[in-house]
C-alpha cells in the first residue's frame, strides 16, 4: 500500500459523509413529514361590493402551495365541502398558501380578483401546522 491510499481513503470518506449530510437537509417541497392544513372562508358581498350579505365555507375551491422562493406553486387541490384543506408530507421550511378572491376594481388597478396569502414556516420534522383562516370575497 502506497502513502497515496490512507490520503484517498480520507478523502473518499469526506466526501461520502458531505453528501449524506446535503442528502439530510432537504428543501421544502414533498416527501417529509409535516402538514399544513386550514379552512377557506367566503364572504358573500353585494354587487357593489359594500355590504356582506352572508359567510360560509369555500366549497369546492382550488387553494395553492409555494414550496420556498420558488414563486411558482409546487401543488395545488380543491378545499372540502367544509372549506378545509390539507397539504401533507412536506419538509421543514417556508411555504406560501393562496387562495383568490374577488376583489372591487379600482382606477389603479383593474382586475376583479386578488391573490389572499399566508406565510407559514415549518420549523419540526413533524410540524402540524394550523393555518389561520383564508377569508376570500365573492
Not at 26 to 42: K, L, N, T
Not at 46 to 53: G, H, K, W
Not at 116 to 125: D, F, I, P, Q, R
Request: with cysteine; net charge negative; charged share 25%.
Amino acid at each position: 500500500m502506497s502513502d497515496a491510499t490512507p490520503r484517498l481513503l480520507r478523502a473518499a470518506l469526506l466526501f461520502i459523509s458531505c453528501m449524506f449530510m446535503l442528502a439530510c437537509t432537504p428543501d421544502e417541497g414533498r416527501g417529509g413529514y409535516a402538514q399544513i392544513a386550514g379552512v377557506v372562508m367566503v364572504r358573500d358581498w353585494n354587487s357593489s361590493l359594500s355590504l356582506i350579505q352572508d359567510t360560509f365555507p369555500a366549497m369546492d375551491e382550488r387553494i395553492y402551495l409555494i414550496y420556498g422562493d420558488e414563486g411558482v406553486p409546487g401543488t395545488d387541490q380543491r378545499t372540502s365541502f367544509d372549506g378545509r384543506y390539507r397539504f401533507d408530507q412536506l419538509h421543514p421550511g417556508h411555504y406560501t398558501v393562496y387562495a383568490y378572491s374577488d376583489r372591487k376594481p379600482t382606477p389603479d388597478n383593474t382586475s376583479s380578483t386578488e391573490a389572499v396569502v399566508l406565510k407559514v414556516h415549518l420549523t419540526e420534522k413533524r410540524a402540524q401546522h394550523r393555518a389561520d383562516t383564508l377569508w376570500i370575497n365573492r
